[in-house]
């Protein structure tokens, strides 16, 4: 393990995990409790599409995803309220679409295409302080976010319409959220990549799900599992030598696995 951390581009890569799965674990407690993994699945797969479309325009792939994920997860909800349209519909819809983009720009991407192919499967090792920086700075922003908006998420999450009569903003939280879920995938690409970063937002928040009732300890547990999962997930790809983003998601895998033994919910069943 020391030896790990004599090299100063696995600490950059071990920062850039650590804050990558927080973030994905926090934002996974939305998409687990308002049960919509489809709009989830389909932000992530459009940041990717973005970054890929970015890389074969010649522009930053981080603004290419930056844009396609806001993109959709604004192009959703707006789809999703007319009429004869429901949120599956939308989501159906917008994920075919990103994904015939993705492999378009990837198959148009001249030369090897190695940086495309980093985007499928994440490379943490081509982290710099820069991604850091960015990673500290969105994180902060949604651990305050959640923190300011506490109550009314909690009131939203256990009565929508009552929440509703009461005069709390469902639809400028709920836009927030996506946006948000839109930054942190765009940010998290190079950390996990573009076909596993789904796996990493819900299974850590389902692992949460697993071990408490308290919406509180819910956000700490996934933003806990989230890391761990990214870490441990680095550790174990560098010393076998395999994709870092499928490392990570099966270790996350393992925890769901072994959280669904010991959970105090299952057996009060």
């Known amino acids: 393990m020391e030896d790990f951390f004599t090299y100063t581009f696995l600490q950059r890569a071990f920062l850039l995990a650590f804050f990558s799965g927080t973030l994905c674990g ?3 407690v939305f998409v687990a409790l308002w049960r919509i993994s489809l709009v989830g699945m389909c932000i992530s797969h459009a940041a990717f599409a973005g970054a890929l479309g970015g890389l074969w325009l010649g522009f ?3 603004l290419g995803g930056l ?3 806001i993109a959709a997860a604004g192009f959703a909800g707006a ?3 007319r009429p004869g349209f429901s949120l599956d519909t939308a989501m159906g819809i917008i994920f075919s679409v990103v994904m015939s983009l993705a492999m378009l720009a990837l198959g148009m991407l001249p030369g090897a295409r190695t940086e495309g192919l980093g985007l499928i499967w994440g490379n943490l090792l081509t982290a710099t302080w820069t991604d850091i920086s960015c990673m500290v700075v969105v994180t902060l922003f949604v651990v305050l976010f ?3 908006l506490f109550k009314e998420i909690q009131a939203i999450l256990c009565h929508k319409r009552a929440a509703e009569a009461c005069g709390i903003p469902i639809r400028p939280i709920y836009y927030s959220t ?3 879920m839109g930054l942190v995938v765009a940010f998290s690409l190079k950390a996990v990549g573009g076909l596993l ?3 990493l937002i819900i299974t850590p928040a389902a692992t949460a799900l697993q071990l408490t009732y308290s919406l509180r300890n819910m956000f700490v547990y996934a933003a806990l599992f989230g890391a761990l999962a990214s870490c441990l997930g680095l550790y174990i790809s560098y010393f076998l ?3 870092t983003g499928a490392s990570i998601v099966m270790v996350a895998s393992s925890m769901l696995m072994i959280s669904m033994l010991l959970s105090k919910k299952q057996k009060m069943q």
């Open 241 to 243: 030598d395999i994709p």
């Open 146 to 148: 959640i923190c300011a």
């Open 26 to 28: 926090l934002m996974g």
């Open 60 to 62: 930053s792939p981080l």
């Open 79 to 81: 789809l999703a309220e």
């Open 67 to 69: 844009g396609a994920s």
């Open 197 to 199: 970063i789904y796996s």
């Open 178 to 180: 996506l946006i948000l």
